[in-house]
């Protein structure tokens, strides 16, 4: 069972577009991370949001905690091609202080 | 900066041979971790150690596998009889909290093992 879906599972676009990527379960979070991973290297963290409805901002990434604290999205304006990596969420499930993670979002910008 | 760092950065082995991956976390860090990532797949969790002892393992890390910190600061993954499918990029991570709210995880670049 995937508890954590991300999707789209991969997206390629032009510079300048802007995008979002989501993160959804069924399960209730009390924390949730997003990370980004290089190839040839370990993930690093982005963002950690903990309240429901909770958004915060890192330049042109804006990352949203769903209300019910089951999901998240990122957001990203302008894309460039440094933001090309594989993004992936990470929550803390509610019941059992478990770390679980997504698949990813493998997020390629072209020039 | 201080840094996770993990050795030996690519391993390759014949399939039945034991092979140790080894990483230095960071030094005031008390949570430890290993994880996997097969080529172009997600990230997967193997085991989670603290206070000298597994807090968390997932049902890949079956008894070819192992943990040891055998000192202060070396976090050491053992695999006993190394199959094919064992190939993957071995990740070690560590934090300085975990619980309710995540701590964040420090990753080292891992440790490519390649099963022959």
């Known amino acids: 069972t995937q508890l954590l879906e991300q999707s789209p599972q991969f997206l390629s676009i032009q510079e300048g577009e802007n995008l979002t990527v989501y993160c959804n379960s069924s399960s209730v979070f009390s924390s949730l991370q997003w990370y980004r991973q290089e190839p040839g290297e370990g993930p690093v963290l982005l963002v950690t949001v903990v309240t429901g409805g909770e958004v915060k901002k890192l330049k042109r990434l804006t990352f949203q905690f769903g209300d019910a604290r089951k999901d998240s999205s990122l957001h990203i304006t302008a894309a460039q091609p440094g933001d090309t990596g594989l993004y992936l969420c990470?929550?803390?499930?509610?019941?059992?202080?478990?770390?679980?993670w997504g698949a990813g979002t493998k997020l390629i910008i072209k020039p | 900066e201080p840094e996770v760092t993990q050795t030996p950065s690519h391993q390759v082995t014949q399939m039945g041979q034991e092979v140790i991956l080894r990483c230095v976390p960071i030094s005031n860090h008390l949570y430890f971790y290993w994880y996997r990532q097969i080529l172009g797949q997600k990230v997967e969790f193997l085991v989670s150690f603290y206070n000298n002892e597994i807090s968390e393992k997932s049902e890949i890390f079956d008894d070819q596998f192992s943990v040891e910190r055998p000192d202060g600061s070396n976090f050491t993954l053992k695999i006993r009889s190394t199959k094919l499918e064992d190939s993957a990029m071995y990740f070690c991570?560590?934090?300085?909290?975990?619980?309710?709210?995540?701590?964040?995880?420090?990753f080292g670049e891992g440790s490519r093992l390649t099963v022959l």
């Open positions: 991570a560590s934090s300085a909290t975990s619980g309710r709210v995540a701590g964040e995880l420090f």
């Open positions: 990470a929550g803390v499930m509610d019941s059992n202080y478990q770390l679980i």
